[in-house]
């Protein structure tokens, strides 16, 4: 269209089961049913909250405290963490009467065949807020109890949302495990060290692919 496209918005388009690809769509499936608990003192009151079906998990890349998360790993470790909901959640704990805001828990009940991760980079849609900073990718993570392998990354060159060029690193099973660079029209073998997130190609959305057997 003449514009910057998001890679992002493209592959949610992609794998929309009604609008998109629906061959695709369920490699990508995921869902959880997560669990909302009572904060009250000694309460351990807990019922289940409205299932959420999900074709990705978007990653914070700094904790509350600030700092930036080392790894892909300890991002998705965070994003698994639970989480007290906000203070205008109405609640009223039918165990022990409290008012506090419940703790959600996540319980994912299928683990989808891809993992499709996105680093949250653009926290605001402006640059200012874009967050450039280098993150190890793990060849191998956790997710949910499952386990799961790096099998492509699409990084983004560029310090906005709005312009910059978009760079594919894929894994092919059938040369080796080759891992090949995708720009344009040029494919070729890459180096490892130009797999690592950088300040100048960002890691920006991660494909994991599930292991069956152990690590």
Same mark, same amino acid.
């Given at each position: 269209?003449?514009e910057q496209?998001? *890679?992002?918005?493209?592959l949610?388009r992609?794998l929309?089961a009604? #609008?998109?690809s &629906? +061959?695709l769509?369920p490699?990508?499936?995921g869902?959880?049913i997560p669990e909302?608990?009572c904060?009250g003192?000694?309460c351990g009151?807990?019922?289940?909250?409205a299932q959420e079906a999900?074709?990705?998990?978007?990653v914070q890349?700094r904790?509350e405290d600030g700092?930036?998360c080392p790894d892909v790993?300890?991002?998705?470790?965070?994003?698994?963490?639970?989480?007290?909901?906000? *203070?205008?959640?109405?609640w009223?704990?039918?165990?022990?009467g409290? #008012?506090?805001? &419940? +703790?959600?828990?996540?319980?994912?009940?299928?683990?989808?065949?891809v993992?499709?991760?996105?680093?949250c980079r653009?926290?605001?849609g402006t640059?200012?807020?874009a967050?450039l900073?280098?993150?190890h990718v793990?060849?191998?993570i956790?997710?949910?109890?499952?386990?799961?392998r790096?099998?492509?990354?699409?990084?983004?060159m560029?310090?906005?949302?709005t312009?910059?060029?978009?760079l594919?690193?894929a894994r092919?099973?059938s040369?080796?495990?080759a891992?090949?660079?995708y720009?344009?029209?040029?494919?070729?073998?890459?180096r490892e060290?130009?797999?690592?997130?950088?300040?100048?190609?960002?890691?920006y959305?991660?494909?994991?692919?599930?292991?069956?057997?152990?690590?």
């Open positions: 269209h003449g496209e998001d *890679a992002s918005e493209f949610m992609l929309n009604e #609008t998109g &629906p +061959r769509a490699l990508f499936a869902l959880d909302l608990a904060t003192e000694s009151y807990r019922r289940p909250a999900f074709n990705t998990i978007v890349l904790g700092r930036l790993q300890t991002a998705v470790a965070s994003y698994m963490q639970p989480e007290t909901q906000e *203070a205008d959640f109405r009223l704990c039918p165990a022990c409290s #008012t506090a805001p &419940p +703790r959600k828990e996540h319980r994912v009940t299928v683990t989808p065949e993992l499709l991760v996105q680093l653009w926290r605001d640059a200012s807020g967050i900073d280098a993150v793990n060849e191998r956790r997710f949910a109890g499952s386990q799961y790096l099998s492509s990354s699409i990084m983004h560029g310090s906005r949302p312009s910059g060029h978009y594919t690193c092919h099973e040369a080796g495990d891992w090949f660079l720009n344009d029209t040029l494919r070729r073998f890459v060290s130009e797999r690592e997130s950088s300040e100048t190609n960002k890691s959305i991660l494909f994991y692919e599930h292991v069956r057997a152990a690590m």
